[in-house]
Nanobody, 111 residues
Framework: QVRLVESGGGLVQAGGSLRLSCEAR????????VDWYRRAPGKQRELVAS???????SYADSVKGRFTVSRNNAENMVYLQMDNLKPEDTATYYC?????WGQGTQVTVSA
């Protein structure tokens, strides 16, 4: 059974940083594209960042230059480093691979 577990969310002031982690249980990340999504209250789910099996990355325009997605295949982890956070980054963040989703981790950025 595949299970994704996100962690690292929290409350941070604008301009601060957080690093989110996504751990896979029952699946080896290295062969898959892994996506980070977010959903803010009252808004649609948004694809924030992706990392492919060859470590090619892509980002939403809203986070480009501030967020960095990476993977550690030895630890079977994917990370989302978020710098210069803004209040509009407040959302629940989810990692996704194939059709599997984690439970999400809440990020709240205060002005």
């Amino acid at each position: 059974q595949v299970r994704l577990v996100e962690s690292g969310g929290g409350l941070v002031q604008a301009g601060g940083s957080l690093r989110l982690s996504c751990e896979a249980r029952g699946l080896i990340f290295s062969g898959y594209v892994v996506d980070w999504y977010r959903r803010a209250p009252g808004k649609q789910r948004e694809l924030v960042a992706s990392i492919s099996s060859d470590d090619t990355t892509s980002y939403a325009d809203s986070v480009k230059g501030r967020f960095t997605v990476s993977r550690n295949n030895a630890e079977n982890m994917v990370y989302l480093q978020m710098d210069n956070l803004k209040p509009e980054d407040t959302a629940t963040y989810y990692c996704n691979v194939i059709s599997e989703w984690g439970q999400g981790t809440q990020v709240t950025v205060s002005a």
